[in-house]
């Protein structure tokens, strides 16, 4: 008789451990600090997944802060991140500038990271306020595979509490589908 109810007890135990709720809201703290060593804002974030090159790597998550002065009119410093094999971070810093030039856009506006930036994360096209593309050595927008491809997206709100619902079909936390909400930038 003991043993049944002590069976009882583990299978109740068991069932309890299972529930769950539907919707949380979850605070992750970025990586990287709201002003940089000299008191210079963020002027943009931008993050996204891209081809990896390393073999038994399919995808690496990149992470781009822009710092600036003068409400951002002044190019400062920028912190890159890179995840991908074993979720270790790569974090490289420095300065970064912008230019006018591009092949087959002579007007578009190029970021460009120092020389302390990984070499295939050096230039990007700012194609809006919203989107960044990846670019080559010659300047020309990258090109991706058929999983993963070279832009980065703009994450408006970096700080503060985001709320993930949890998709029961999934039996995960999902991104919610938010337009952007980012202020016209240059």
């Not at 974030?45 to 802060?65: D, T, Y």
């Amino acid at each position: 008789m003991r043993s049944h109810q002590f069976l009882l007890t583990c299978a109740l135990f068991s069932l309890l451990g299972c529930a769950h709720q539907n919707a949380a809201q979850e605070t992750f703290d970025p990586p990287y600090p709201e002003l940089n060593r000299t008191g210079d804002p963020i002027v943009a974030v931008f993050a996204g997944r891209i081809p990896c090159a390393v073999p038994g790597c399919e995808k690496l998550k990149v992470e781009l802060v822009l710092y600036g002065r003068d409400a951002g009119r002044i190019p400062a410093t920028y912190w890159l991140g890179q995840v991908g094999i074993g979720n270790e971070r790569r974090v490289q810093q420095g300065t970064w500038t912008t230019y006018r030039g591009l092949q087959n856009y002579p007007n578009g506006l190029v970021y460009q990271l120092d020389t302390s930036a990984d070499p295939s994360l050096q230039d990007f096209w700012r194609v809006s306020d919203d989107i960044i593309l990846v670019l080559d050595w010659n300047l020309r927008p990258k090109v991706g595979n058929a999983a993963w491809g070279f832009m980065l997206s703009r994450d408006c709100s970096p700080y503060g509490p985001k709320s993930y619902p949890y998709d029961e079909h999934t039996k995960r936390f999902v991104a919610s589908a938010e337009v952007s909400n980012c202020a016209p930038g240059e």
